[in-house]
């Protein structure tokens, strides 16, 4: 087993912020996709916005999980999962090109957005990547899923990765934009270089209370300079923006989201529940399930190279970068190519 030191994402970061470029690499394939169309102006939409109007809601545990539900009960089911700060939204388009492909198609809300709500007022607003995790096993068992195509991206990204290395069985095949993504809190104790640590300014910001406060007065502005900055090509406008703002006019958005970033630093206590699987995912388990995996051009979030996780991945596996200015939210700026590899992923499985 390799150590920690070469497996922690944050310590393999190709780090792209502020106008830094991403590196390509021999041998990894390339896709040119077509960058998000420019808005006319700052305010319309140049279309029409697609809406997940029929929110289903469905218990677990812990959670009255909101999601989107699309396509034919009987299909072949897919689960995409959104990262932050983004919603269900990012893959609005994608299911509309799934679903017409005869697939069911489910995204639901992370725990603190949108409509996804704790059943008790007493449980810890907990962000550690565990806990998502299980969440959507807890959602598929609750709808009597065994198992599905996973895919994701940041957040997202991570949760499906952790699905998949942990319960392998519950996933048919998956599609991880920024490819591997699972760390530890152990890993993330060793300082980075400067430029390394200036592109996780965010998660420092958030230790702080200044930190805690500022997110909860500015959460709009925050996100959507974030999403300025991990996808500085993405011509996105405000329609398209209000539209996945709404998710974070949630009770537990602002405790989740800073409780998520103070726990991967260590300065956060998680629930001791979930120490049996953060003590299998510290160990960096290989994905042993057919998988793609995806990158933009013009990511300018922290993420790992490719050429640095491919071994990571042990069955059929499949590396795409997409060209053409593609950033951090590859779902909603390249849907067609992330539609693409959930199709290829589910023919890997089957093949």
Partial sequence: MENQKGLNRRRFLSIAAMGAAIAKFTGINSLQAKPAAKPTNGIKPIRDLRTFTNIKQIKTALLDIGYADEGPANGPVVILLHGWPYDIHSFADVSSLLTAQGYRV???????????????????????????AADIIEFMDSLKIKSAVIGGFDWGGRTADIVAALWPERCKALV???????????????????????????????????????????????????????????????????????????????DIVIHNYRWRLGIAEGESKYNEYENMIATFPAITVPAITLEGDSNSAPHPKPADYAARFKNKYKHYTLEGGIGHNLPQEAPKAFADAIIEAASMAKG
């Fill in 106 to 132: 489910l995204i639901p809300h992370l725990r603190g957005h949108g409509t996804t709500r704790f059943l008790s007022a007493q449980t810890l607003r907990n962000g550690q990547q565990a806990a998502i």
């Fill in 176 to 254: 991880s934009v920024s490819g591997y993504l699972i760390g530890s809190q152990q890993g993330n104790k060793k300082p980075l270089p400067p430029v390394a640590e200036y592109s996780w300014w965010y998660q420092y910001y958030f230790a702080t209370q200044r930190g805690y406060d500022g997110y909860k007065a500015n959460t709009n502005d925050f996100a959507k300079l974030i999403w300025h900055t991990a996808s500085p090509k993405w011509n996105f406008d405000e329609a398209t923006f209000a539209r996945s703002a709404a998710s974070f006019n949630n009770p537990d958005h602002v």
